[in-house]
């Protein structure tokens, strides 16, 4: 399968039909139990009907892809921890012991580990798919993170993963990432894509007290100040990351094959923010999966219009979220594919007495 250029990815990708919509609810409605008593359950069991018409959904594999990268406005003290630990926990994802292999383990989805952009050289692994563009992005605050070029290379190596993947039997695309002060360039991006006023984008990522905080949002304030870019590939580049670039082409990726892509928490959120902005119909593949826990999740669901599915008080990204409610899609297909219709069931009752 020939790789697809940039403008003809974004190009590819078409919404669902609409047209659809009103069958589907009322296949849903007319199943085994009391209309909507199976709540928003009922309503991504019509999402996937929409997403896989006209075929039944399927959702036996799913994989979430961990991208990882580091950033250059890590220099600035935003996080605190160490660049170092994106790296680390690269090494303990391999090794099957990150948050993520747990709890991906516990629902039934892959793991693969995507090198975007790690700061320092990792030693190779079988299932380490190195994807590196750079040791680290640029520090946003003296200049842009990525060029334009790094940005679109990013967005179509994931993409084409993505699609190869779902050329290769995947059903459900789950995306998270891994990368040091990565909270304050999706802080950046949800600020100029909501938009959103910057302080309510800003929040205390892996554990700043108020005044790291206030720091955070000083240091975001001046790599703000220094773009007025609202183009969305642009304001990607001015302040994004490799991983969050990766992690925007793998959900164009998935909607371009047709496939829901869980969307995790705050980080991989700005990435979906970035694909629905580049192309809007984006939005009928994403399944925002939970609520996470920092400051700036509420708003840029607001701007996304999306109301999450799960609200565990969850902020560590990788995909911990993203994967949880994986079940949640396969109960839903579910729904849709093997449950009675109340009818039936009521005749069967008639005939049986
Ligand atoms: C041990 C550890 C494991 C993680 N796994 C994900 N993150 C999360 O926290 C980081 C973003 O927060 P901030 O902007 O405050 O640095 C990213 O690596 C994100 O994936 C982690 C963070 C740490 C410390
Ligand atoms: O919600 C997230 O994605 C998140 C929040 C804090 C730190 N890392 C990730």
Redesign the pocket.
């Known amino acids: 399968m020939p790789s697809l250029s940039y403008d003809l990815l974004l190009q590819s990708i078409t919404p669902v039909d609409r047209s659809r919509e009103a069958a589907l609810r009322s296949r849903v409605d007319g199943k085994a139990k009391p209309v909507g008593s199976l709540g928003r359950l009922e309503d991504l069991a019509v999402q996937l009907g929409l997403i896989w018409q006209p075929a039944p959904p399927r959702t036996g594999r799913a994989a979430v892809f961990m991208f990882a990268g580091d950033h250059g406005i890590a220099a600035e003290n935003v996080s605190p921890f160490p660049a170092s630990v994106t790296a680390l926990m690269v090494a303990a994802c391999l090794n099957g012991t990150a948050g993520i292999n747990l709890l991906a383990q516990a629902a039934g989805a892959e793991v693969v580990v995507v090198d975007a952009g790690v700061n320092g050289d990792l030693p190779p692994h079988p299932e380490l798919i190195n994807c590196k563009i750079r040791h680290g992005s640029r520090n946003s605050v003296v200049e842009p993170a990525l060029t334009l070029a790094e940005a679109r290379q990013a967005i179509t190596v994931a993409a084409e993963m993505v699609r190869r993947a779902i050329d290769d039997g995947l059903d459900i695309v789950a995306i998270?990432?891994?990368g040091i002060s990565?909270?304050t360039a999706?802080a950046l991006l949800a600020h100029r894509l909501g938009p959103a006023p910057l302080a309510d984008c800003v929040?205390?990522?892996?554990g700043l007290d108020a005044a790291g905080v206030a720091h955070k949002l000083a240091v975001a304030g001046r790599a703000a100040a220094r773009s007025a870019a609202t183009a969305p590939l642009d304001v990607l580049a001015e302040f994004g990351g490799y991983e969050i670039a990766m992690m925007c082409g793998a959900i164009l990726g998935a909607a371009s094959k047709r496939r829901p892509v869980m969307i995790?928490?705050?980080?991989?959120?700005s990435a979906a923010l970035v694909a629905i902005r580049l192309v809007p119909a984006v939005r009928d593949y994403c399944v925002f999966s939970?609520r996470?826990?920092?400051r700036g999740?509420g708003q840029m669901l607001r701007s996304l219009d999306a109301e999450p599915y799960l609200d565990l008080g969850?902020?560590?990204?990788?995909g911990t979220?993203a994967v949880l409610a994986v079940p949640l899609v396969r109960a839903a297909a579910g729904i849709l594919n093997g449950m009675a219709d109340l009818a039936d069931v009521l005749t069967a009752s008639e005939a049986a007495s």
């Open positions: 998270g990432e891994v990565n909270t999706a929040g205390p990522g892996t995790d928490g705050f980080i991989a959120g939970h996470s826990a920092e999740h969850l902020r560590l990204g990788e979220g």
